[in-house]
């Protein structure tokens, strides 16, 4: 059955209480000889699509029908009658072919206010370290160039997931794993020196794969300011000029990052694994467990074992590990340090490697089950609905600082989160600029601006907060507000939702429709009024909002600002 998140507080999660109550009343119906026993039911609890047919829905009679021997509305009926009492269940109903419909009393909501109000925040949370031991590791770029846009989007994606993770009660480390070995850092110090020679006056060719673009004619600039001529006639010149451009890259590359609030725990090295023969000792653990061979002089990896369209090459013939062979290690090295779960975000242009991976995490003899790909698409720029083709820094490509520079944190955050990973996003910078209700992180920021101001005003009147055991609660009875309650009581469920499925756009959508809710009754309910328990009420109504879009704004990474 599918399990939901458990309330903060003392009461019992509503969709648990249905999913014992239902059972319980397949258990009675079964005692009475009105149905076999029945067992290993995969039914739902789940909130209904429209809320006229309530606040929860089972598909409990439809998934038991036919090993009962009824029809499912007939089950259904049977439920209902043999339904224990469950707190705060204010009706029952059944719909359609079979479904049962649940409603609850105003006073869950209102206990669900009261512990949003008291609670912040943090009133939803997870208990710390409750979980799972995870390990996401993401962005990963090459160490050789600017963080471009679809970087970004993958480093949102993993920070959004991060944070509803840890507000979900799981133990979680993020890691960046940085590639600074191999061809491709050869022909980024290749590049750099030839620029660096021709600055002094040498003959120098121009690697023919080299890097091209605006930024690394300026960071070789950069290269000439810093050391002058004293690289000229040194013998080992490549190798100093390759860690004068790591430190340039990852430079830009963390100062980037930190603009886009992505913090990560462990910076990873690859050439860490080459130096402690990691790569090596995990090639030999493959060997052992039989899947590596040798043929025409290189070491290949037997991945068809698992599946995968075709074996594949670990160490050319001429001693060169490929791109697969410290990657094993690096699976091998996660798995070593106890974490239950690995996630890790890949770019679209790595879907075909997966298999690979998960071939390789088994035949190193842990479950692949536990290595878990997310792979987001790409990223369109646009200007005014206009493609946007080329950066003025890079020459080449978007990069990610161009688009913090211009449209801020917080809207391109939103903006990379809000869709699911797996679509591509039109990413318009006008529109993402716009001061408006028209743009979605301007809604979300300002309903939070909007529950500031009422809290001023009703300062500025003189009026005081009472304490909530002193409040009259139960006049919260206008539509408006019961909507509100509605989504307040959605927080907990909705992060965990997210992070179990690794959905960062649910986290925005919900802030939409939650600030969606608040706007609401911000137009039809005035706070401040002549009747002193309403407007005590609606002052507890705010605080209990905005411990839930400070908890919306703080998972999707965005600020939470006090007037707008």
């Not at 061979?293 to 090459?313: I, L, P």
């Not at 909507?483 to 965990?496: K, N, S, T």
């Amino acid at each position: 059955m599918l399990r939901r998140y458990d309330h903060a507080s003392s009461m019992t999660a509503f969709p648990d209480a249905i999913e014992h109550a239902v059972l319980a009343a397949l258990g009675a119906a079964s005692e009475a000889g009105a149905i076999p026993t029945l067992s290993d039911l995969a039914f739902v609890v789940e909130r209904p699509r429209d809320r006229v047919h309530g606040d929860w829905a089972t598909n409990a009679a439809l998934v038991a029908a036919k090993a009962a021997g009824m029809a499912p509305r007939d089950l259904a009926t049977l439920i209902v009658e043999h339904l224990p009492e469950v707190d705060y269940l204010a009706a029952t109903e059944i719909a359609g072919p079979g479904f049962i419909n649940f409603t609850l009393t105003p006073e869950w909501f209102l206990e669900v206010l009261r512990i949003a109000a008291t609670g912040g925040p943090d009133h939803a949370r997870g208990e710390p370290g409750s979980r799972e031991k995870i390990q996401i590791e993401f962005v990963s770029s090459n160490p050789n160039g600017p963080l471009h846009i679809g970087h970004g989007r993958g480093g949102v994606i993993g920070d959004v997931i991060a944070r509803a993770l840890d507000y979900s009660g799981h133990s979680v480390s993020r890691e960046y794993y940085y590639n600074d070995a191999g061809v491709q850092m050869d022909l980024f110090a290749a590049s750099l020196e030839a620029l660096y020679l021709q600055a002094h006056g040498r003959d120098a060719e121009f690697p023919e794969d080299g890097y091209h673009g605006d930024y690394i004619k300026d960071w070789a600039a950069e290269l000439v300011a810093d050391l002058g001529d004293e690289l000229l006639d040194v013998k080992d010149r490549r190798d100093q000029i390759r860690r004068w451009g790591l430190q340039r890259a990852m430079g830009d590359i963390e100062e980037t990052l930190e603009i886009a609030r992505i913090p990560f725990d462990v910076w990873f090295s690859e050439t860490t694994l080459h130096e402690s023969n990691a790569v090596d000792r995990s090639i030999e653990v493959l060997r052992k467990r039989g899947y590596v061979f040798e043929e025409e002089g290189a070491v290949w990896f037997r991945t068809t074992d698992f599946g995968d369209e075709k074996d594949r090459v670990l160490v050319k013939s001429d001693g060169e590990y490929t791109y697969i062979a410290p990657d094993v290690a690096y699976h091998r090295d996660k798995f070593e340090r106890g974490f239950d779960r690995v996630i890790n975000i890949w770019g679209a242009d790595h879907h075909g490697y997966i298999p690979r991976m998960k071939a390789a995490v088994e035949a190193l003899g842990y479950d692949p089950d536990r290595l878990e790909i997310v792979i987001n698409q790409m990223v369109n720029v646009n200007r005014a609905g206009e493609p946007v083709r080329m950066s003025m820094r890079s020459g080449e490509f978007i990069s990610f600082r161009e688009v913090l520079d211009e449209v801020g944190t917080d809207a391109t955050r939103y903006i990379l989160a809000a869709f699911s990973p797996d679509t591509t996003i039109n990413f318009d910078l006008e529109a993402a600029k716009s001061q408006s209700m028209d743009n979605p992180v301007y809604y979300l920021q300002y309903a939070h601006a909007r529950m500031c101001s009422l809290e001023r005003f009703a300062r500025e009147q003189g009026i005081e907060r009472s304490s909530i055991e002193e409040v009259d609660l139960t006049v919260l009875d206008h539509p408006a507000e019961a909507a509100v309650l509605r989504q307040i009581d959605r927080l907990g469920e909705e992060i965990f939702e997210a992070a179990a499925r690794r959905a960062p756009h649910r986290i925005a959508t919900y802030g939409t429709e939650f600030a969606t809710a608040f706007h609401r009754f911000y137009t039809d309910c005035r706070v401040v009024t002549d009747d002193p328990a309403v407007t005590q009420a609606r002052l507890w109504l705010i605080e209990a909002s905005k411990s839930v879009i400070v908890a919306i704004l703080t998972t999707l990474g965005l600020s939470a600002p006090e007037s707008m």
